[in-house]
Each structure stands twice: as structure tokens, then as C-alpha cells.
């Protein structure tokens, strides 16, 4: 049976200060190696959740909307300013194909999250929404 991992972190603090004189300081150390500690564990327990959860080409291929427009924005997409037929297009080069209806509000969902920017530009007689990195 393992052990709980507040009461592992919890001896491991203690472990960490043992040796040191009682006190303020002490109680400080404590208190910052326990909140390390389970800042750690919580990480890594949520890295074993989204590896259950996911297979390893998750990265690559994500399984929303969302976070298939910040892959092509973490491969550079959006260093130069593009139209939402872009992204549109660029989505569906690698197989994910949504209408500009779908795509529309999550662009807009990141702009106003600020992961994206948007700015509004003529091209010939029209007015069309370009997006970019922020």
C-alpha cells in the first residue's frame, strides 16, 4: 500500500529540517520545503492524469479546438498578422476541418484571453479581422 503523498512530503519536510535549531527560522524552512514538496507531487500527479488520460502523440495532436489553434501558434503561425481563413486553411492542412462559424468564436475566446491579437484591416474594399501573436 503507498503511502499518502501530504503525510510522504510532510516527513520529508520534517526530515529536511531535523538538524536545525528551533525557532522562526526553522518553522520558515519548514514551511517552504512542504509547499516545494507538494507543489511537486501535485505536478507530477497531474502529469500521470493527462498521461492516463491521453496517449503520447497528445502534444501533437490535441483534441479540442482550442488547442489546436495554439499548436499552430506555438509552431509561429501568427508572427505575421492572418485573416481567419488562414488559420482555417492551416487547420485543415493538417486534417482538422471546422467552419468559420466554429473557428470564429475561438479566436475570439483567445483574443480576449490574451493569447491572441486581433486588429482589424482593409484588404481592398473590405474590412476583415488579421490575428497575430500578442
Do not use: C
Not at 28 to 50: C, M, N, P, V
Not at 71 to 78: A, C, L, P, V
Not at 105 to 117: D, I, N
Amino acid at each position: 500500500m503507498t503511502e499518502d503523498p501530504l503525510v510522504y512530503a510532510r516527513k520529508r519536510a520534517e526530515r529536511a529540517v531535523e538538524d536545525m535549531n528551533e525557532g522562526p527560522l526553522k518553522i520558515a524552512a519548514f514551511q517552504a520545503i512542504l509547499a516545494k514538496l507538494l507543489g511537486d507531487s501535485e505536478r507530477a500527479e497531474e502529469g500521470q492524469r493527462t498521461s492516463a488520460k491521453a496517449p503520447s502523440g497528445a502534444a501533437k495532436h490535441p483534441d479540442s479546438l482550442r488547442g489546436r489553434v495554439l499548436t499552430i501558434k506555438s509552431e509561429g503561425f501568427f508572427k505575421m498578422q492572418r485573416s481567419l481563413g488562414e488559420v482555417r486553411e492551416a487547420l485543415g492542412s493538417r486534417g482538422w476541418h471546422y467552419p468559420l462559424t466554429t473557428l470564429s468564436g475561438v479566436m475570439q475566446s483567445l483574443v480576449q484571453q490574451r493569447q491572441l491579437r486581433r486588429e482589424q484591416v482593409s484588404t481592398g474594399k473590405k474590412r476583415v479581422w488579421k490575428y497575430s501573436n500578442p
